[in-house]
């Protein structure tokens, strides 16, 4: 590197160790908890954790709101998820290839709000993400939309 | 595991009934709107216009209507509200030949730094792209050690590991379109993806 960009990198550097607050998305990870109000806990194994703004989220985890709670997510593709109150959504599958953006996503709705903005994976291949309610299954094709199961 | 539960539930439902449920669509930010195929009990429902919405009822009637923009701030307010910022991506470029960056590119870093600035759980993926000289094999490893290096280069300063994710999406996203093994500076980038 030449010293202007060592020195660009450098002040990058520095204003991010001062801004990071939480780690970024490693391999294996599906997702990381970007907003959180009033009760919400993720359901990992058996256990239930509290939900924390930076928390990584897993496939198999299973988000919960309580009757005051929100829950946002960004996950590894850049879909953006979002529950509101009293809200229950199982992240069946997840996986995301970052070269080739192939992947699978099926989350399922039990009851309560989710907000989708679909990511990259819907734009390579249109049937990649599925969303399941009670009811219903929904193919999501590179759009926004909301849900709600009363 | 949450599928298997789902679908023992939706079983029982099919005795019992399902809940009411509502889903529409909506206009992205940038104005573009996609579709959503509802399908049920092998019936599907297509909606691809803003704010078209498909509601089932108590008794399982299915209703095809257009919301408002208030009725849906009203029942998903909040789930709207919760929703994390869009990722933004910043294009960095080098002077050909080198590991510097452009001028335009310093610029790009520092708004790249304002957009962290603005958000309160940031993370970064580094993404490399390559022009079409050369085979898809060797774009993709040459895009990954692009993003690498600016990744290293951020390490060099203390920088965790962790803290920052690397792509390599070869030649398959251009900026601008070019046949096979066109040489395009445009496409020769490692895009900052802030989240």
Redesign the interface.
């Known amino acids: 590197?030449?010293r202007?960009?060592?020195l660009?990198?450098?002040w990058?550097?520095?204003?991010?160790?001062t801004?990071?607050?939480?780690?970024?998305?490693?391999a294996g990870d599906a997702g990381?908890?970007?907003?959180v109000?009033g009760a919400a806990s993720v359901l990992r194994n058996g256990n239930e954790l509290p939900a924390t703004?930076?928390m990584m989220i897993l496939e198999?985890d299973?988000l919960v709101t309580g009757v005051d709670g929100?829950?946002?997510?960004?996950m590894a593709d850049?879909c953006?998820?979002?529950?509101?109150?009293n809200?229950r959504l199982?992240?069946?599958?997840y996986s995301f290839d970052?070269?080739?953006?192939a992947g699978k996503f099926?989350?399922?709705l039990?009851?309560g709000?989710?907000?989708v903005?679909?990511g990259k994976m819907v734009k390579q291949s249109p049937d990649a993400m599925r969303v399941?309610?009670?009811?219903?299954?929904?193919?999501?094709?590179?759009?926004?939309?909301?849900?709600?199961?009363? | 595991m949450g599928a298997i539960i789902i679908g023992l539930y939706a079983a029982a439902l099919m005795l019992f009934g399902a809940p009411p449920q509502t889903v529409v669509v909506l206009p992205s930010a940038d104005g573009h709107v996609g579709t959503v195929v509802v399908e049920r009990n092998g019936e599907e429902t297509v909606l691809h216009s803003a704010y078209a919405t498909s509601r089932i009822d108590a008794e399982g009637g299915e209703h095809r209507e257009t919301s408002s923009a208030a009725e849906v701030k009203k029942e998903f307010g909040v789930a709207l509200g919760a929703l994390p910022a869009r990722p933004v991506s910043f294009n960095l470029y080098f002077v050909s030949g080198t590991d510097e960056l452009t001028p335009a590119s310093k610029l790009e870093l520092n708004k790249a730094m304002a957009e962290l600035k603005r958000r309160s759980v940031p993370d970064i993926v580094l993404i490399g792209h390559t022009d079409t000289v050369g085979s898809l094999e060797s774009n993709d490893r040459l895009s990954l050690s692009r993003a690498e290096r600016v990744r290293k280069a951020l390490m060099q300063q203390g920088l965790k590991a962790q803290r920052i994710e690397t792509a390599g999406r070869g030649e398959r996203e251009p900026l601008v379109r070019t046949a096979d093994g066109v040489s395009e500076p445009r496409n020769r980038r490692v895009e900052v993806n802030v989240r």
């Open positions: 590197m030449s202007s960009s060592v660009a990198t450098r990058l550097a520095t204003l991010i160790l801004i990071f607050a939480s780690v970024a998305l490693a990381q908890v970007k907003t109000k703004a930076g198999s299973t929100s829950l946002g997510v960004t850049n953006l998820l979002s529950l509101g109150p809200s199982a992240i069946d599958q970052s070269t080739t953006h099926d989350a399922s039990a009851k709000s989710l907000a903005v679909s399941h309610t009670p009811a219903t299954v929904m193919a999501v094709r590179g759009t926004d939309f909301v849900v709600k199961v009363d």
